[in-house]
T-cell receptor, first 117, second 109 residues
């Protein structure tokens, strides 16, 4: 199984809502990532988990809260988001963290398209 | 700040033609990767070239790397309509991982 799955595919939420994005992989990868991608822009790294521990937080606002319950799952909890947070949120995984091994290939999920009203 | 910039931003060619896109970056790197993204979907890894390599091939893809100029190019030969996508380079310098600005390729049947 070489697939990274993400749910939901689409999400519409108000600025006072609390929601969660979910990501799952069964490739035995020990590193997982969250990216944010605005339209016609490259993905921007948000968080990196390595061996279920948060290893990189790219100065992301606290209204985004990542969680890694186990080595196969990665969540992104959303609370009090702003309209400018509307974007495609991509999850990825790799065998190991690219900081540990710079030749890591990342496998991406299809993304969750988020709209904040 | 963005590590990699690509040009052209958009490229439109006829099926069967070759497509070349370029990536320039700012700092020294460990390796450079190319990814493809179909409209609004996840990215797919295409090829990785290490900093001590100059050229690499994979099927219809040819990647070159010039570390002295801090640039890389991706050549897609004999393009197909299915190659229509955005292409991103990604650089890793051991501390940071950045995607370039991307090239949007349209292959006209």
């Amino acid at each position: 199984d070489t697939e990274v799955t993400q749910t939901p595919k689409h999400l519409v939420m108000g600025m006072t809502n609390k929601k969660s994005l979910k990501c799952e992989q069964h490739m035995g990868h020990r590193a997982m990532y969250w990216y944010k991608q605005k339209a016609k822009k490259p993905p921007e790294l948000m968080f990196v988990y390595s061996y279920e521990k948060l290893s990189i937080n790219e100065s992301v606002p606290s209204r985004f809260s990542p969680e890694c319950p186990n080595s196969s799952l990665l969540n992104l909890h959303l609370h009090a988001l702003q309209p400018e947070d509307s974007a495609l949120y991509l999850c990825a995984s790799s065998q190991d963290n690219w900081v540990a091994d710079s030749q890591e290939t990342q496998y991406f999920g299809p993304g969750t398209r988020l709209l904040v009203l | 700040s963005q590590q990699g910039e690509e040009d052209p931003q958009a490229l439109s060619i006829q099926e069967g033609e070759n497509a070349t896109m370029n990536c320039s970056y700012k700092t020294s790197i460990n390796n450079l990767q190319w990814y493809r993204q179909n409209s609004g979907r996840g990215l797919v890894h295409l090829i990785l070239i290490r900093s001590n390599e100059r050229e690499k091939h994979s099927g219809r893809l040819r990647v070159t790397l010039d570390t002295s100029k801090k640039s890389s190019s991706l050549l897609i030969t004999a393009s197909r309509a299915a190659d229509t996508a955005s292409y991103f380079c990604a650089t890793d310098n051991g501390n940071q991982f950045y995607f370039g600005t991307g090239t949007s390729l349209t292959v006209i049947p």
